[in-house]
């Protein structure tokens, strides 16, 4: 049977209707707060997720009053409008099919409509002459429900933001009759946030194998960003609306993390764009560059990957960072997560117990027995585990985790186990072993046990996969080259789902959020500490400021080196701590004021009751404005070694609203008067201003929400102020 037969017969069979009833019991859409009185970034509580009557008959919307997507039902499912309510946007200029998949080498679209004759736009009164494309999956009915977590999330830090998990809201599952499948596409539109996620699942229904080629799960025909006639060397940028998926890896940014997965790229059916060359990047199309390839037997089921879709509802710098992080901590709460770390040198007993007690006499939270230091979770000899199982007693004993350093990939294993690339092409970090060999399965069972007999309660995954394919034929976790990449980090993902189910707390220098990880670098160069003090200071501080608009506090590490690390003899490195305390102090004080946790790598975290004393203070502090401290970074100046640099953390729920911390770099003390804008901490017209722990002083807002505030800053030092 020829592919249009096939979709003939399936046509056929879903001529009855199983969506009128369940229409129409939707009720119509509310009236929803003005979202220029109601900022969302403030006050999210009146935006809830629902499915509802569309706009006419035969249609429905999935909609929070932030964004909204309306669907055409009939005569197939289409998308026929996609709406930024924040700013009044229209986002959508064309009719596209939902998604695409490849089975047994034939390529079907999933609903979708033909006809369109002009996609710059889409306009009501085109909508009657779109026509059914007989060859694309056909629409059978639809459910809503609410949403279920993908994997469970086991809360054991305090500090942790309450954050609600699964994520409220609605979901939304389409349902498509399939060749001896059934393909359902999944919709998940959250409370409070304009975004929405979008994956597939097929389920084999027929006697026979088939192989899931490739997929594309996300097709969009969005309005362009510009109307460029030429292109040039820059360029033209795509849409202002941030993508990205939980199949992510090899980078600490997530634009790169996703390039393999979200493409931008010109429509073929755009005839009457303004660039000549017709190549403006204005259709998504969200789909891995290779595979799945997965062969599934009679009732097996296959789900996609997630996809994240968030508009924008500004072109400000600013605004567009806070929308980001409030979708990471809606979508990955547990990176709200962010113990005061100590990366310990040595992993004898002798050393960690000295690690472990000076932990807990400052305050601090976790011990990472740390590269280099001897730790081996590879380890899996009855002797080295008891061991290690003694290790996390004693740490619990005095309220501390621990936890332990393992490196995956940028290392060979043997000719045998390590990915065998294509030719001309190397593995990213130079060497690494196929996670689908025997060597890897092997390793991921030796970490399983690991935590399963320990009771270590972190791990920090270094190399972690990065997406390397592989054309062995003789692994037994992927078949060849086509299923390699999904097989490989199917795995890998798998691993930290199990980990954020049991409390594990994952250190990952990689783009790993959305699966489980809960911090990743916030964003430096290694041997930018092996630089001498003062500018490993300055370096400190605006990568931070520069992190932060992406990142929130508690999902990116930095780093202190206590020893010396990578060179830079005695002028990069603060042992002996007592001999360098004002330098110790500027590098926690630079991190906790931004409510950002550092690696504190070395043997000791004090050497003599000065120094302890310094650090249990600094820590104290940290606690005392945890709250403010760990919400959004608002960027204001950035450190250049050249004036006062500063920033303020914003907390719009919180007692404190906000904490503003002033650095002086300079030789001699500042005086100056700060222009601070307040808007993003909630506060409408009034502050009270406290600095440091003095008595508040109250400000009144001007109608830019601002206030000027008078530092005084000594040389080489800091200062900070509580806003209430």
Wanted: proline content about 6%; glycine content about 8%.
């Amino acid at each position: 049977m020829c592919k249009s037969q096939q979709v003939l017969l399936l046509v056929a069979l879903c001529i009855s209707w199983h969506t009128s009833q369940t229409q129409n019991e939707l009720l119509p859409e509310p009236k929803w707060p003005d979202p220029i009185k109601t900022d969302w970034l403030l006050d999210a509580t009146p935006f809830k997720a629902g499915v509802y009557k569309g706009p006419t008959t035969n249609t429905l919307s999935l909609s929070n009053g932030l964004l909204r997507r309306t669907f055409l039902l009939q005569p197939n499912l289409a998308t026929i409008g996609l709406d930024n309510l924040m700013n009044g946007e229209n986002l959508l200029r064309g009719v596209k099919p939902e998604a695409m998949v490849s089975i047994n080498g034939i390529s079907y679209a999933i609903g979708g409509l033909k006809g369109q004759a002009n996609y710059a736009f889409l306009r009501s009164t085109d909508l009657p002459q779109l026509t059914l494309d007989q060859e694309a999956l056909q629409f059978k009915d639809y459910s809503v429900s609410p949403i279920q977590a993908p994997f469970p999330w086991k809360r054991l830090r305090h500090h942790a933001k309450d954050a609600a998990w699964p994520p409220k809201g609605r979901h939304l599952q389409l349902n498509f009759a399939g060749p001896n499948c059934e393909i359902s596409i999944h919709y998940e539109l959250y409370d409070g946030i304009p975004v929405y996620a979008k994956w597939l699942s097929l389920e084999n229904k027929g006697s026979d194998s088939l192989i899931l080629d490739h997929f594309t799960s996300e097709i969009l025909a969005a309005v362009e960003y510009g109307s460029a006639v030429e292109t040039r060397e820059y360029g033209i940028s795509p849409p202002n609306i941030h993508v990205e998926t939980d199949y992510a890896f090899a980078s600490f940014n997530v634009e790169d993390a996703n390039h393999h997965v979200v493409h931008w790229e010109a429509d073929p059916d755009y005839d009457s764009q303004v660039n000549y060359l017709k190549l403006t990047p204005c259709l998504l199309k969200v789909s891995p560059e290779m595979g799945p390839a997965q062969l599934l037997a009679p009732g097996d089921k296959f789900k996609s990957f997630r996809t994240y879709v968030l508009p924008y509802d500004s072109y400000d710098r600013e605004r567009k960072g806070l929308s980001l992080r409030r979708m990471y901590r809606t979508i990955a709460p547990w990176t709200t997560e962010n113990p005061l770390m100590m990366h310990a040198r040595f992993a004898d007993w002798p050393q960690v117990k000295k690690a472990i007690d000076q932990a807990a006499v400052v305050g601090f939270e976790m011990v990472i027995l740390t590269f280099g230091s001897g730790f081996n979770i590879e380890d899996d000899s009855p002797a080295y585990l008891a061991q290690m199982k003694k290790y996390a007693a004693y740490a619990r004993s005095k309220n501390i985790e621990i936890g332990g350093y393992s490196l995956l990939a940028s290392r060979s294993i043997s000719k045998e186990h390590d990915v065998k690339m294509p030719e001309g092409e190397r593995p990213t970090f130079g060497n690494s072993p196929c996670i689908g060999s025997a060597w890897g399965k092997e390793y991921f069972k030796k970490l399983y046990h690991f935590y399963k007999q320990t009771g270590f309660t972190l791990l920090e995954h270094d190399g972690s996969y990065p997406g390397d394919a592989c054309t062995a034929k003789h692994h037994p976790g992927h078949r060849g080259h086509a299923d390699s990449r999904w097989n490989q980090y199917r795995v890998i993902s798998q691993f930290y789902q199990w980990c954020r189910a049991e409390g594990i707390y994952l250190n990952v220098p990689d783009y790993y959020y959305l699966t489980g990880s809960s911090k990743c670098g916030m964003g430096y160069r290694e041997v930018n500490w092996s630089l001498p003090r003062a500018q490993q200071v300055l370096h400190t501080r605006q990568n931070i400021y520069d992190g932060a608009w992406t990142k929130t506090p508690s999902m990116g590490w930095m780093f202190v080196p206590l020893t010396e690390y990578h060179g830079g003899g005695e002028a990069a490195t603060i042992e002996p701590l007592s001999e360098h305390l004002d330098h110790y102090e500027k590098m926690i004080i630079s991190n906790l004021g931004g409510g950002v946790q550092a690696c504190y790598r070395g043997p000791r975290l004090f050497d003599t009751d000065q120094t302890q004393q310094m650090v249990s203070q600094a820590v104290s502090w940290f606690k005392e404005h945890r709250e403010v401290l760990e919400g959004d970074i608002i960027h204001l100046r950035r450190a250049d070694g050249r004036n006062l640099d500063y920033w303020l953390n914003v907390n719009p729920e919180g007692e404190e609203k906000g904490l503003l911390m002033v650095f002086n770099p300079l030789d001699h003390p500042v005086s100056k008067t700060l222009d601070i804008p307040l808007y993003y901490t909630g506060l409408q017209d009034e502050a009270k201003v406290s600095r440091e722990d003095g008595k508040p002083q109250l400000y009144s807002l001007d109608r830019s929400y601002r206030v000027k505030i008078p530092v005084q800053v000594p040389a080489q030092g800091y200062t900070w102020f509580v806003i209430q």
